[in-house]
């Protein structure tokens, strides 16, 4: 556990500075698995409907509503692997 926790971490960083910014889609899917791998469930009410990108960060980590964290984790740092 405390191995995954320490990938997690470290992928976090390597997505900070990834040298090419990923597409909306694939960067929905970094936010939302990084925040149900580190809160857990997605709490508060969700942003006005004007607020766009807020709404679609909200609703992307509100799929994962019910996924464990290690298993969002290993998601997560599976996903940064793939961009290299």
């Known amino acids: 556990m405390a191995d995954l926790i320490k990938q997690f971490e470290d992928a976090s960083k390597k997505a900070l ?3 090419a910014r990923p597409d909306n889609d694939t ?3 970094l936010y939302a698995l990084y925040k149900q791998g580190s809160q857990s469930d997605v709490t508060g009410e969700k942003p006005g ?3 766009f990108v ?3 960060k909200y609703e992307a980590w509100a799929k994962l509503k019910g996924t464990a964290q290690d298993a969002a984790q290993k998601l997560y740092v599976d996903l940064v692997k793939k961009l290299g």
Request: hydrophobic share 60%; charged share 25%.
């Open 49 to 51: 409907f004007f607020a």
């Open 27 to 29: 960067m929905l899917k």
């Open 54 to 56: 807020r709404v679609a």
């Open 17 to 19: 500075n990834h040298e």
